[in-house]
C-alpha cells in the first residue's frame, strides 16, 4: 500500500499477533491495494469496459463506503480519480518533476466521476462504465487499521495500538495502566503546540500537504487532488487531523477537510460534528483551529 505499519500488544504470543497482522493485512493488500498489479481492485480497474467483475466482500464495503463520503461531501472526496492520481505522479507509475499537460488533465479528469462505475453490493460485484480508475488510498488504510485492531481484538488482544501510514486506532490501556498517547506529527518548521491524543477506545487519522510533493517553476504541487478541478489543492491547509469512531470514516474525513478551503473546510466540519484540527500556512505564518466537538474533548 505504499507505506508502513506497526501494532503495540500488551500480552499474549507475539508470534500470534504477528500471524495475524500478516494475514489481516495481507488480505486487504490482495482486495484493494492499487500499488498490487494482481489486486481486486486493479484487476478492476484493468477490466473491460462493462464487464461485471466479482469482488471479495471487504472490497465491496469500502468501495459502497467511499460512495457514500462521496455524496456526503459533494464530489471533494472521490474514489473514482486514479488515473489522475497517477497522472499527477502520486500513484504507484512514480513521482513527477512537473505537471502534466493540461489536455492530458482535461481527458483524463472527464473519465472520472461516481457514474463511471456501477456496483452492485448485493450480488458483490461491480463493473467500469467507461475509462476510469478506482484509488481508494484516502479510506482504505483506515479500513486496514480497523481491519487489523478487530482481528487482534477477537484474538483476545484487548490493549493495543494499531498504526498505517499514520492512521491509529487505540484499544484498552498500556502495561503501565496509561491510555496510548499519540503526539500528531508536528509540520516542518512549525511552532505550534503539539496536539497529544489519548487514543483510548477512538481512531485518529492525518493528512498533510507536506509528505509527498514536488516543485516545478517555483510552484510547490501537493499530492492531494481536488476531484472537483482534477488538480492538486491550492489552498493553504497544511494538515488535518480526524478522530473518529473508527479509522476508515477518519480517514475519509480528513481527505475532505484537506481537499475543501479552509473556512469551508470549518464550517463543515461544525456541521457535521467532527473532532477536527486544520492547520493552514498563511502569510503571518501556520495558524491552527479546533472543531468545537474537538474543544470540547480536550477541555
Known amino acids: 500500500m505504499g507505506t508502513s505499519w506497526t501494532a503495540k500488544v500488551v500480552g499474549g504470543d507475539p508470534q500470534a499477533a504477528r500471524a495475524i497482522a500478516g494475514r489481516v493485512l495481507g488480505q486487504v493488500i490482495a482486495d484493494m491495494s ?3 498489479p494482481g489486486s481486486a481492485l486493479s484487476r478492476l480497474n ?8 466479482r469482488l471479495p466482500p471487504a472490497l465491496v464495503t469500502v468501495l459502497a463506503s467511499a460512495w457514500r463520503v462521496a455524496g456526503a461531501s459533494g464530489g471533494a472526496f472521490d474514489p473514482t480519480i486514479g488515473a489522475l492520481a497517477d497522472l499527477w505522479g502520486f500513484g504507484p507509475s512514480g513521482p513527477r518533476t512537473a505537471p502534466p499537460p493540461a489536455e492530458a488533465i482535461e481527458a483524463v479528469y472527464a473519465a472520472a466521476g461516481l457514474d463511471a462505475f456501477e456496483l452492485d453490493p448485493l450480488l458483490l460485484r461491480a463493473r467500469r462504465l467507461r475509462d476510469a480508475r478506482l484509488d481508494l488510498s484516502g479510506i482504505a488504510k483506515g479500513y486496514a ?4 485492531a478487530g482481528a487482534l481484538e477477537a484474538a483476545g488482544h484487548r490493549d493495543l495500538l494499531v498504526e498505517i501510514g499514520g492512521e491509529f ?11 496510548w498517547w499519540v503526539e500528531v506529527e508536528s509540520l ?6 503539539p496536539l497529544r491524543i489519548a ?11 507536506y509528505r509527498r510533493s514536488f516543485t516545478s517553476g517555483g510552484r510547490r504541487y501537493a499530492h492531494t487532488l481536488d476531484p472537483r478541478t482534477g488538480r492538486p489543492i491550492v489552498h493553504g491547509t497544511a494538515s488535518v487531523t480526524v478522530l473518529a469512531a473508527d479509522c476508515m470514516h477518519a480517514d475519509a474525513w480528513a481527505t475532505v477537510l484537506t481537499v475543501l478551503p479552509p473556512e469551508e473546510a470549518r464550517s463543515w466540519a461544525t456541521e457535521h460534528a467532527l473532532a477536527a484540527r ?3 500556512r498563511t502569510d503571518r505564518g501556520l495558524e491552527e483551529w479546533l472543531s468545537p466537538v474537538l474543544q470540547a474533548m480536550l477541555g
Open 34 to 36: 492499487h500499488w498490487e
Open 46 to 53: 484493468r477490466a473491460p469496459i462493462g464487464s461485471w467483475q
Open 145 to 148: 487499521v480497523d481491519a487489523l
Open 169 to 179: 486506532v487505540g484499544r484498552g490501556l498500556r502495561p503501565d495502566g496509561q491510555p
Open 188 to 193: 516542518p518548521g512549525s511552532n505550534l503546540a
Open 199 to 209: 487514543a483510548h477506545d477512538i481512531a485518529i487519522a492525518t493528512s498533510g500537504d
Open 278 to 280: 486544520i492547520v493552514v
